[in-house]
């Protein structure tokens, strides 16, 4: 039936008839002795609005039909007592009072987009918006907006009070549970709220807000901690409503709380992953040089065999594989020293990051970053000095045989560069060289 009624009609009518005042609470009387065509279009907005019903419409004496009334009429006396619906549906109010006293209702629901305020002449949906309207409008958002973050409300229509119970999800930290009873009244509409941040964590924008569900916790959390003090479902809702503002700014401060220790866990783990990633890559480093460091001990067992070789030529070529193989295994420590090289780079670039930011950080991460940062250096440390021994000791097999082979065979060494030197000498002397 509310949308039946065209409350702006009826606002355009009762302007144009000079705002007659109220009889009663919900009837008014209108005489004219002089024919306005103004008035005949208040009579048809009248009429047209839904708004009431005529009990009188004297045209020069006569009663006649609001259905057969017609805008073009003239007249010389206009008679009109017209009775506004008292049902409830209609959104015409005397005053505020009586928007108040008719607001169990809107508890429950949005309060309606346009209604007209009698005494005020407020037009809801005229700009420029009157403080109180706009006020309204916030607190019957608010109140349905907090039904959907409270976890219990009363779903019985005919009850007197509306109750919204917030239950508090970490029992070690104080207050159980609280109650509103929310409510409204003219005192409540010289406050200013806002209602972005209840509506951003209605349940319905879950889809945008991935975090949503801590948010309503936090804000629960919150609600909770700051009218635990006050006493009473009315009075909480009262206050809460008048200080909406610094509850707002403690949700914000509890909000960034639980971010920072979010983000705290977060560079935490990826401290420890970074370690356990670094650690890893170096001891692949380690294994990959265990497995071919065997080539050391290898390669000193066929020196022995340079000293029991039958000749010059089994003992060169002996010594030429050994030389070989020094050389490939020294190539492949200078490959994991490059690889060293990366990762220690990479621990570097992952911990400056966060060792920069280190000041804000709480204690024990500090402490704990830097004892990764110690501990992994130690260890990159110890690794190059392996690295460094590892590859001397790679060339410590080619340097013996060499050393060996020469000296088992040093008198054909001596006699083949005597050799040598006699052919050179010919050379120059015959005017080759």
Known sequence: MIAMVDVSKFAEAYRLLGRPALATANAFDFRASAFNPEINTAIEALIISKAGR??????????????AFSSSSSWSTIEVAFILDTSGAVPIFKSFDQLMARSKSFVRTQVPTKFYIIEENILSSEEPLDNRIKTLHALCRLIVYLADLAHFHDEKESSDEYKLVFVAEDLAKGERAITLYPYLDR?????????????????????????????RSIFRATLIEYLAAQFGGKERFKFLISTWSQFLIL??????????????????????????????????????????????????????????????????????????????LAETLAAQKLQYERIKHSRIIIFTAHQQKAHQYPEDLRNYIKASVEALTANERKLKRSLMVLRFLSWLPAIVATVLHFCIFRKEFFYGFEEVAAFVCTLIHSGFV
């Open 54 to 67: 005529f009990d009188e419409l004297l045209i020069d004496g006569v009663d006649i039909d609001p259905s």
């Open 187 to 215: 005192e409540l509409l010289d406050f200013e709220i806002s209602t972005e941040l209840a509506d951003s964590l209605q349940m319905s924008n879950l889809n945008e807000s991935p975090q949503l569900f801590k948010e």
């Open 251 to 328: 949700y914000g401060n509890n909000l960034s709380t639980y971010l920072s220790g979010f983000s705290f866990h977060k560079a935490k783990q990826e401290v420890a992953n970074a370690q356990l990633t670094i650690a890893d890559q170096m001891s692949k480093v380690v294994s990959d040089i265990s497995g071919k460091i065997l080539g050391v001990p290898i390669s000193l067992v066929v020196v022995i065999a340079i000293s029991k070789a039958e000749g010059i030529l089994d003992s060169s070529v002996l010594v030429l594989g050994i030389l070989i193989t020094s050389a490939l």
